[in-house]
C-alpha cells in the first residue's frame, strides 16, 4: 500500500524559508513523476514541482521559478521541497503526490494525472 507522508509546515514571515518533506512507503515508481502540489483557500489546486522519481529533470511552475527546490533523496525515500523567499501569496495546504502514469513531462504539474496522495500540510506566510 502506497503512503505518502508531508511534514515541515507551519507559519512564517514573507521573505523566510521551510522545508517540506515526503516520506514514501510501498512505492516504487522509478521513472515516474512525482511531486508538490498545493491548494489555497477557495482555489483550485496546483502544481508547484515535480520531478522523475531516480531522475535529475525538475520542472516548476513559474510562479515558483527561482525560488522553490525540489530534490528527492532515494536512500530515505524522501521527497523535499526547499521554499526560499516565501510570498504570502505562497500560503497553501502543500501536497505530496506520485503517480504511475508515463507522463509526457509537459503534463506533470496537472494534478489529474495523479494516483498517490498525501494528507497535506499547511504553509501560511504572513506578510
Known amino acids: 500500500q502506497v503512503q505518502l507522508v508531508e511534514s515541515g509546515g507551519g507559519s512564517v514571515q514573507a521573505g523566510g524559508s521551510l522545508r517540506l518533506s515526503c516520506a514514501c512507503s510501498?512505492?516504487?515508481?522509478?521513472?515516474?513523476?512525482m511531486g508538490w502540489f498545493r491548494q489555497a483557500p477557495g482555489k483550485e489546486r496546483e502544481g508547484v514541482a515535480t520531478?522523475?522519481?531516480?531522475?535529475?529533470?525538475?520542472y516548476y511552475d513559474d510562479s515558483v521559478k527561482g525560488r522553490f527546490t525540489i530534490s528527492q533523496d532515494n536512500a530515505k525515500n524522501t521527497l523535499y521541497l526547499q521554499m526560499n523567499s516565501l510570498k504570502p501569496e505562497d500560503t497553501a495546504v502543500y501536497y505530496c503526490?506520485?503517480?504511475?502514469?508515463?507522463?509526457?513531462?509537459?503534463?506533470?504539474?496537472?494534478?489529474?494525472?495523479?494516483?498517490?496522495w498525501g494528507q497535506g500540510t499547511q504553509v501560511t506566510v504572513s506578510s
Open positions: 503526490a506520485a503517480t504511475r502514469i508515463i507522463l509526457p513531462p509537459v503534463y506533470s504539474l496537472d494534478s489529474k494525472y495523479y494516483n498517490y
Open positions: 510501498g512505492y516504487t515508481g522509478s521513472g515516474y513523476f
Open positions: 520531478l522523475v522519481d531516480g531522475g535529475t529533470t525538475t
